[in-house]
């Protein structure tokens, strides 16, 4: 037995690195192998080790006793009688002077051809001598003498115990003779053709044949031809062990090993699978025709064509059975051992002590191994790289290729995924089941569908996954066309594309399938991987790149990056030397990693599937309020829409990823494609300069408006705005700016908007009472403009507001659209038709608007261009007072004069919202009108009363310098514009719309409305109306600026006449009635005719409204443009009465005395 040993072993190692040459009848080498065995002695009784089978022997040798014995010398297989017809009818001729050649031809005929009996058993006799005997291996020395002293360790066999030709094998790959090589590849063809002259094979597996029922081991049973199928059922029912399939047979732990070495010896030449060989005859010629026989290439070549639609059945059941076996064994795949020999002895792939021998042949971790060298950046050679890229795409194609995905997912398969094996369309369907699109996945199909993902990694090159690259092939063409292929930025280039026009929906399937499981171990992104692995084991502690840790599992690698990119060490960067060393750059990621890491986070932002934390945590919360949004980004926006309903975990990881996008919203992939007009228009320079400040986000709310913006981006962009105001951490420049001072000055507050109040509060204050020292810093009042700014373009900013009028807006303002200050305006609008609590909010939204126009949005995107006209030096608080002072410039734009006219109207209703008016009038206020304070409410408007209560005691001159000066430019004013008098409009309205309809419809309006119900005063029966009117008559007779239809009609004479008099007071009004009593002053017909008319209306008005007491007539007589002369009868009257009384007296007092005489 001890040639049987290792003699049989060299046969059984002839195939891992010989190929496979045909040899016809004129070769040297086989003339030579020829005649040796032609003097072998007669194939029946030969003298070797026939005991190796013992029964296979003994039958041997009865049917050799009933064949003639032939000489020793000479001996030709074509002259026996019992193959004489087969040869005959199936070999060409020229081959019968070469037994091998004979041989071959007769054993590799198709199955279906029937060859006699008695032949098969002499060729089966004649094959068993040919390799047990001894001289087997003097005609190894024969033909290899030129190379066996070459090789020291063959030189160094001891001669006559087989041990040679097994060390020859050995070395084959140094082995340059032609001849010598041809003789080893030759006689291994013999040996494959039947699993009984494989020395050992049969007693190891004999109980398992048995059991297995996978043939009989006697001869005559089965024909030579049937023996390569009790192989392939021991293959098969070795694969079924694996899976764990249902009834599989335990074969034993011997006969496991020599299936594994038969099909590793059978690697080189597929004809020395003599199953497959049969099953893929016909195949073999259609689609491998040309391929050359040896070193594996027919198998490669059936392989990759094992998925086409003409590949028959059988052969495709054989192809797989032989790949199964490579996954358990990678030596059973010649060209793969053959490639990587001297990179998996390099790398030291064989020798971890501490994993199980049998796993170390296992495909998956030779991938593991040496992808992990690739990924380090070790030299890996490239014929080895090509052969991993072979059976990578292999694993990918082929489910079932992976034991673990056939037993861990079998479930899943037959429920989900049955019928779509081939081009990985099942892996892919599991794919889809594990991200929760088809129902649940067991966690163990889960964990076999990660870890083929990594054997396979297919983020280094897309092309391994063939069912993606088939869906992406256009999408690559068109979009990713200026990238390398099978570089792996064409799966990032993939995802930059997602939900752009360019992309298909199946591969946008298949791409959205692969990256959940790729977003899930940051080593499978290659390029991730390369810029960060320092980082990573710097940082992390991470391991090798096919090694995991307990402590630091592959999805948690990303996050602690993740904290070392962005967060500070309050929010958890992790510092060895603790938040002191948060200087230390040693402690921070290298420039090219943070590149990468915010790729990734731009592609996560596609999909919440693709951030396994987020996934992980909001599971629940997806299911319970995010149901029903299904398309692209509609999840997370969901999420932060709920952001205060979500569970405590949930909501910790939506607001982190929310406080990053803040910081960098081009993570926001979706958002940035839909901006991109504007971000190209306005914000180019932004998005290109920056560096996680928050500029760009900023760049957008400003341009929101811009014609460049389309509705998405807009919806985008106010959404963002709608999820900021939750909390103020949510605005990076704003948290940046303001974080000390919302800590020192307004701690426990959360929500922006609040934040925003009591900061501007404060500011506010300090500013009223004209602090030495503003406690908000100036960097935070600096931000806190522009937040305050950009919470008064859209309602829904202010929370408390919107809450306050959403049932005024749905009622006033449906049809206005949010954004712009719109609906804020359409409330003001209709501020009288508001509900209480509305109306309340939006007088305490003007008061402060009025006291700072900048936050007046509508004033200040109207007025834009005037206000840098016009009020480029002024303040900001000035800046509505600037642009009142030139509204009647002749380069005033209309719409500008038309906003400043609604906010005079504005100021006009309450004295509150004119604060320059509020503080001129601070002392006569309280001194004049304080009935009416006592009438009103806290919340309530005034309605115009306390400035017309004001314009009265203008008109009676007894208001404060800087009082009167205020109330005259309102006079001023409202008399041009009626509608600027809200007690007029109030009380008017009726008579207005029936006396002066064409006045009142005017676009410019110049006093006419005024001028109409003056003129119409007697036919005005409204009692408030005429007092109004009255009232009107009064005031303009305090000042002729009042009255715009007198000034302008007595302008010249004015000028002529009164030039030297300074207005007010009355003063140019008198000296207009005294030119009028003069006869020697001829004044204008129209200002003649407008001042008897003035003179006929304040005598009727004194009729109607007498003195309401002794002041009031005091005041109406000084205010009189006849004063001088009813002085002078007041005077001349009073002078009489007391001549009168001293005549009376005198005589009074003489007859009292008379009196006093009696």
């Known amino acids: ?180 090589n041809q003789y080893i590849t030759k006689m291994t063809s013999i040996v494959f053709s039947d699993y009984r002259l494989i020395c050992g094979f049969m007693d190891k597996c004999r109980e398992d044949i048995n059991t297995l029922r996978c043939g009989s081991i006697s001869i005559g049973e089965k024909d030579i031809h049937s023996q390569g199928e009790v192989i392939a059922c021991l293959e098969k029912g070795l694969v079924r062990e694996v899976e764990e399939q249902a009834g599989a047979h335990t074969i034993k732990d011997d006969c496991k090993k020599a299936i594994m070495r038969v099909a590793e010896l059978s690697s080189d030449d597929f004809h020395l699978d003599r199953y497959l060989y049969f099953s893929c005859r016909e195949d073999r010629e259609r689609f491998c025709e040309n391929t050359l026989a040896g070193e594996g290439r027919v198998y490669k070549c059936l392989f990759n064509h094992k998925f086409e639609e003409t590949m028959t059945e059988r052969c495709r059941e054989a192809l797989t059975t032989r790949q199964k076996l490579i996954a358990q064994d990678y030596k059973v795949s010649y060209s793969l051992a053959k490639a990587c020999k001297s990179d998996l002895r390099k790398y030291r792939c064989s020798v971890d002590t501490n994993i199980p021998r049998a796993r170390e042949a296992r495909l998956s971790y030779l991938l593991l191994c040496l992808e992990s060298a690739v990924h380090r950046g070790r030299v890996v050679s490239g014929e080895c790289q090509g052969e991993m890229m072979d059976y990578r795409r292999m694993l990918m194609e082929d489910f079932s290729l992976s034991p673990e995905i056939v037993l861990q997912c079998r479930s899943e398969i037959e429920g989900h995924c049955s019928g779509l094996h081939r081009k990985g369309r099942t892996l892919h369907c599991l794919m889809r089941v594990g991200r929760g699109d088809m129902g649940a996945i067991d966690p163990n199909c889960q964990r076999a569908l990660q870890t083929l993902i990594q054997e396979a990694d297919p983020g280094a090159d897309y092309r391994i996954d063939r069912a993606l690259n088939e869906a992406c092939e256009s999408v690559i063409q068109t979009a990713c066309k200026h990238i390398r292929n099978g570089d792996p930025m064409i799966l990032s280039c993939l995802m930059e594309h997602l939900y752009t026009e360019k992309m298909v929906e199946d591969c946008e399937h298949r791409l959205l399938e692969l990256q959940y499981f790729i977003a899930r171990d940051w080593k499978l992104d290659p390029i991730l991987y390369k810029k960060c692995q320092g980082d990573a084991a710097r940082l992390c502690h991470t391991h090798g790149w096919n090694e995991t840790s307990e402590m630091m599992p592959p999805g948690a690698i990303f996050s602690c990056l993740y904290r070392h990119a962005y967060r500070s060490v309050e929010q958890g960067r992790r510092l060895p030397g603790g938040p002191s060393e948060a200087g230390n750059q040693g402690f921070t990621l290298s420039r090219d990693c943070k590149v990468e890491v915010q790729r990734i986070l731009h592609q996560r932002a596609l999909d919440v599937k693709l951030d396994p934390e987020l996934q992980k945590r909001c599971l629940t919360d997806l299911g319970k309020w995010c149901s029903e949004k299904t398309e692209a980004g509609q999840e997370l926006e969901c999420l932060q829409d709920h952001l205060e309903d979500l569970v405590s975990d949930c909501r910790d990881v939506v607001g982190n990823l929310t406080e990053l996008e803040s910081e960098d919203i081009q993570i926001e992939a979706l958002l940035m494609r839909a901006c991109e007009p504007v971000i190209q228009a306005h914000c180019h320079e932004v998005a290109d300069n920056q560096i996680d400040t928050g500029d760009l986000m900023e760049c957008l709310v400003q341009n929101k408006h811009q014609k460049e913006m389309n509705e998405k981006c807009a919806v985008g962009v106010t959404h963002f705005q709608l999820i900021q105001i939750k909390d103020f951490r949510f605005s990076y420049k704003f948290k940046t700016a303001c974080k000390e001072d919302v800590l020192k000055l307004c701690p426990n507050i959360k929500k922006k908007v609040d934040v925003v109040i009591c900061l501007s509060t404060t500011v506010r204050n300090d500013t009223l009472q004209e602090a030495k020292e503003q406690r908000v810093s100036v960097k935070c009042r600096k931000q806190l403009r522009v937040e305050e700014v950009e919470m008064s373009e859209d309602i829904r900013l202010e929370p408390e507001l919107y809450d306050s009028c959403k049932q005024d807006i749905t009622r006033l303002c449906q049809n206005v659209a949010y954004g712009n200050a719109q609906v804020i305006e359409c409330l003001k609008e209709n501020k009288r038709q508001l509900t209480s609590r509305c109306h309340q909010r939006i007088f305490k939204l003007q008061e402060v608007e009025m006291v700072d126009p900048e936050l007046d949005y509508q004033l200040m995107r109207v007025c834009k261009h005037m206000i840098r006209r016009f009020c480029t030096e002024s303040e900001g608080k000035n800046v509505l007072q600037c642009l009142k002072q030139n509204k009647n410039s002749e380069l005033m734009d209309p719409k500008c004069k038309q906003m400043i006219t609604k906010r005079q109207i504005t100021q006009n209703t309450d004295y509150r919202l004119n604060p320059v008016l509020r503080k001129a009038c601070k002392a006569d206020i309280p001194k004049f009108c304080q009935p009416i304070l006592n009438k009103a409410t806290a919340d309530s408007e005034l309605e115009g009363q306390v400035i017309s209560c004001l314009k009265l005691k203008y008109a009676d001159q007894r208001l404060s310098t800087d009082c009167e000066d205020q109330i005259r430019v309102i006079l001023q004013e409202s008399a041009l514009d009626y509608r600027l008098d809200l007690q007029l409009q109030i009380h008017c309205t009726q008579e207005i719309s029936s006396l002066c309809p064409e006045e009142a419809a005017a676009q410019e309006q110049t006093g006419q409305v005024e001028e109409c119900l003056k003129v119409n005063l007697l036919k005005i029966k409204q009692d408030p109306c005429k007092k109004e009117v009255l009232n009107m008559l009064k005031e303009s007779k305090a000042d002729i600026f009042v009255d715009p239809v007198l000034h302008t009609a007595c302008a010249l004479d004015i000028k002529h006449h009164c030039a030297a008099i300074p207005p007010g007071r009355g003063r140019q009004m008198s000296c207009l009635m005294e030119s009028l009593q003069d006869k020697r002053i001829r004044l204008q017909p129209e200002c003649k005719k407008r001042l008897q008319d003035r003179i006929d209306m304040w005598s009727y008005a004194a009729k109607v409204a007498p003195a309401e007491g002794f002041s009031d007539l005091a005041m109406q007589v000084m205010t009189s443009p006849s004063k001088n002369y009813i002085l002078t009868v007041t005077g001349a009257g009073v002078a009489l009465l007391f001549l009168m009384g001293l005549l009376c007296g005198r005589f009074t007092k003489r007859v009292t005395q008379e009196l006093k005489d009696r």
């Open 1 to 180: 037995m001890a040639d049987c040993i290792r003699v049989p072993l060299l046969l059984l190692l002839m195939c891992i690195l010989s190929a496979v040459h045909h040899i016809r009848g004129d070769n040297s080498v086989v003339s030579r192998l020829t005649g040796n065995a032609d003097n072998l002695q007669n194939p029946a009784g030969g003298p070797g080790p026939v005991a190796v089978i013992p029964v296979a022997a003994e039958r041997s040798l009865a049917a050799g006793a009933s064949l003639p014995r032939r000489r020793s010398a000479g001996w030709k297989l074509s002259e026996e009688a019992v193959c004489r017809e087969d040869l005959t009818r199936l070999c060409p001729k020229h081959s019968w002077n070469n037994n091998l050649a004979v041989l071959e031809c007769l054993q590799d005929k198709k199955e279906e051809t029937e060859i006699a009996a008695e032949c098969n058993h002499l060729l089966w006799n004649y094959k068993l001598n040919l390799t047990t005997d001894p001289k087997f291996e003097s005609v190894a020395v024969e033909v290899c003498k030129t190379i066996i002293p070459e090789i020291k360790e063959c030189a160094a066999e001891e001669l006559g115990k087989g041990f040679l030709v097994s060390c020859l094998v050995d070395h084959r790959s140094n082995i340059s003779d032609y001849q010598c």
